[in-house]
């Protein structure tokens, strides 16, 4: 089983989004049993709070559910998850100090580095929440294409192997 969880500021807004992305399309590829989803924030102002209503609506627009309530990510989450994806770069140095071993900052990685449209001018996923709504389309359309993309990567490296 792969181990992947998404990571942004607050887990109410970009990484539920990730989050229930990656879930709808692990269930379309029906692939449960390979690949487990979840999602955390950096900060905790949010634990247990649901993703943010804006988020939501645009998710439900397009036909995805986003799951669950928002998880303060904490170095004991390093040993549940093989993958660790930052949605920025204040968040992947967030989670580079909070790792404690190599082996551990091996899993952090940029989310958008599997991202087909990244340069390296534009590899974050923006935070939208003191926007307007044109910034969850936005995050949207990013977490839709690179998880479209690290669930493709992700099958392959474990075919690869087998
Ligand atoms: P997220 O967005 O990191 O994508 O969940 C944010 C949510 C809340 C705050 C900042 C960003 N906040 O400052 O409360």
Same mark, same amino acid.
């Given at each position: 089983m792969i181990q992947v969880c998404f990571v942004c500021?607050?887990?109410?807004? +970009?990484s539920p989004t990730a989050h229930g992305v990656m879930e709808h399309l692990v269930r379309e590829r029906g692939v449960g049993d390979l690949i487990a989803v979840g999602s955390a924030g950096t $900060? $905790?102002?949010? %634990?247990?709070a649901r993703p943010d209503r804006r988020a939501q609506e645009t998710a439900l627009r397009r036909g995805f559910a986003l799951p669950g309530v928002a998880e303060h990510f904490m170095a004991a989450d390093f040993a549940r998850y093989d993958h660790v994806l930052a949605m920025d770069r204040s968040n992947l140095e967030s989670l580079r100090s909070l790792a404690r071993t190599r082996e551990e900052r091996a899993k %952090?990685?940029?989310? +958008? #580095? *599997?991202?087909?449209? #990244?340069t390296p001018d534009d590899d974050e996923v923006p935070d939208? *929440? *003191?926007? $307007?709504p044109e910034g969850f389309e936005l995050v949207f359309d990013m977490c839709e294409r690179t998880c479209a993309a690290l669930l493709a990567e992700l099958l392959r490296g474990r075919h690869s192997r087998s």
């Open positions: 500021l607050g887990n109410i807004c +970009r $900060g $905790g102002w949010h %634990v247990g %952090v990685q940029l989310f +958008r #580095a *599997y991202d087909p449209e #990244a939208p *929440y *003191y926007g $307007g």
